[in-house]
């Protein structure tokens, strides 16, 4: 048991390494046997643990991944307060974690990663379909969100290369590209019905109210004219 513990514990460290290392240095750029000797261990404790460089490296991007979509599904509070902080995490871990980051969202040709990805990217896309509907979601919903998601990896990245919009704006744009993305998913499937804590969170926020109403409007307005 001792012996078990001490391999926990050895492995938990190598993982934290790793964590630093690939968030800041590209996989190439890391040298295993500089981050072994760096925290006191010997190089082939990675081996021994992951089976090479590779296997540790998806090893961290796993426990990344797991960490950070957990939090983000493990938070609680009124909807519009959860989604806002949601997203300040999402970029939180963009500016403390950028290669690791950059790894795990960008359209990258390594498979293994992208399998990674796409796991926890389902489970998001899973839950907030249910968190705007209280029930599995349609098609129409569950497309809309994909898309949703793309816009938000594409701009957090854009803003990561270029600097060219603040950290507000860009929080803004995710939100405001969001509720707009439920919007047009709920006029294009009828049987899309939200959640009486997306109505309070629409309720509780004038500038997402006045984008409903406006859209309501507007379809009426045509469906008149027809």
Do not use: C
Not at 52 to 78: D, H, I, N, T
Not at 97 to 108: N, S, W, Y
Request: glycine letters at 8%; zero cysteines; proline letters at 1%.
């Amino acid at each position: 048991m001792t012996g078990n513990r001490r391999g926990d514990a050895s492995k938990a460290t190598l993982l934290a390494a790793g964590r630093a290392a690939f968030s800041q240095q590209r996989y190439e750029e890391v040298s295993i046997v500089d981050l072994a000797r760096s925290i006191g261990v010997a190089a082939g404790s990675i081996s021994y643990h992951f089976g090479g460089k590779r296997g540790f490296y998806l090893a961290v991007v796993e426990e990344a991944a797991q960490e950070f979509w957990s939090e983000l599904l493990q938070m609680r509070g009124p909807a519009l307060e959860r989604l806002t902080r949601g997203v300040e995490k999402f970029l939180d871990r963009a500016e403390r974690e950028p290669r690791a980051f950059e790894a795990l969202i960008a359209d990258v040709a390594d498979a293994e990663v992208r399998a990674i990805r796409e796991q926890h990217r389902q489970q998001v896309a899973h839950a907030l379909a249910v968190e705007i509907t209280g029930t599995d979601s349609t098609a129409v919903l569950r497309a809309a969100i994909s898309g949703s998601l793309s816009f938000i990896e594409g701009i957090v990245l854009h803003w990561m290369h270029t600097g060219e919009i603040s950290r507000e704006q860009v929080r803004e744009l995710i939100l405001a590209n969001f509720f707009s993305t439920v919007l047009a998913a709920v006029r294009a499937d009828p049987d899309i019905e939200l959640a009486q804590r997306v109505l309070d969170a629409v309720m509780s926020d004038s500038q997402i109210l006045s984008l409903f109403v406006g859209a309501e409007l507007a379809t009426r307005s045509t469906g008149n004219l027809e």
